[in-house]
T-cell receptor
Framework: AQTVTQSQPEMSVQEAETVTLSCTYDTSESDYYLFWYKQPPSRQMILVIRQEAYKQQNATENRFSVNFQKAAKSFSLKISDSQLGDAAMYFCAYNVSGGGADGLTFGKGTHLIIQP | KAGVTQTPRYLIKTRGQQVTLSCSPISGHRSVSWYQQTPGQGLQFLFEYFSETQRNKGNFPGRFSGRQFSNSRSEMNVSTLELGDSALYLC???????????FGQGTRLTVV
């Protein structure tokens, strides 16, 4: 069974600084998708960024980028120029087929605090 | 374009009762998945429906069931509620062939 591990229950960063959230996963599949989701106090899960395992290039979305290390099964999220609105729970997630068919496997989450 | 809509947002039920939660996916999305979120267990996959058929199911007892209608709207039902069923229930929809799942705001179920 696939597992996703987020080893940092909580992280704190000063506004405008850079922070990196860690995620490791375990799978025997060669093709899969990885995601970072953000869950603010409103509870709605918001997709931050996605990475296809077959792509060597790391995904980037504005201030958010990932460091995908397939051999190490590592998928970290870097947030640059942190803003107060980035404060939330961040979940790393894994899926084999994409499109939701097999369900997402989530890590336990990292609570990100932004210090003004 | 409207997002994923879940109703109701909050629900309080008594042990032993049953409950039905509703999810309307994004227009054009035919896949609907359900997740349970609790402080102890985190986010866990319940089941997924596509074209009115359950394609996959997580490790939950048979008290948890669901269905999908021809317009892709989905409902999940929990019978004989237990205190441990108190959770945030999240619904997500996906477009065929696209890996992203888009979530609703969830239904907060409290069992007393």
């Amino acid at each position: 069974a696939q597992t996703v591990t987020q080893s940092q229950p909580e992280m704190s960063v000063q506004e405008a600084e850079t922070v990196t959230l860690s995620c490791t996963y375990d799978t025997s599949e060669s093709d899969y998708y990885l995601f970072w989701y953000k869950q603010p106090p409103s509870r709605q899960m918001i997709l931050v960024i996605r990475q296809e395992a077959y792509k060597q290039q790391n995904a980037t979305e504005n201030r958010f980028s990932v460091n995908f290390q397939k051999a190490a099964k590592s998928f970290s999220l870097k947030i640059s120029d942190s803003q107060l609105g980035d404060a939330a729970m961040y979940f790393c997630a894994y899926n084999v087929s994409g499109g939701g068919a097999d369900g997402l496997t989530f890590g336990k989450g990292t609570h990100l605090i932004i210090q003004p | 374009k409207a997002g994923v809509t879940q109703t109701p947002r909050y629900l309080i039920k008594t042990r032993g009762q049953q409950v039905t939660l509703s999810c309307s996916p994004i227009s054009g999305h035919r896949s609907v998945s359900w997740y349970q979120q609790t402080p102890g267990q985190g986010l866990q996959f319940l089941f997924e429906y596509f074209s009115e058929t359950q394609r996959n199911k997580g490790n939950f007892p048979g008290r948890f069931s669901g269905r999908q209608f021809s317009n892709s709207r989905s409902e999940m039902n929990v019978s004989t509620l237990e205190l441990g069923d108190s959770a945030l229930y999240l619904c997500a929809s996906s477009l065929t062939g696209v890996p992203e799942a888009f979530f609703g705001q969830g239904t907060r179920l409290t069992v007393v």
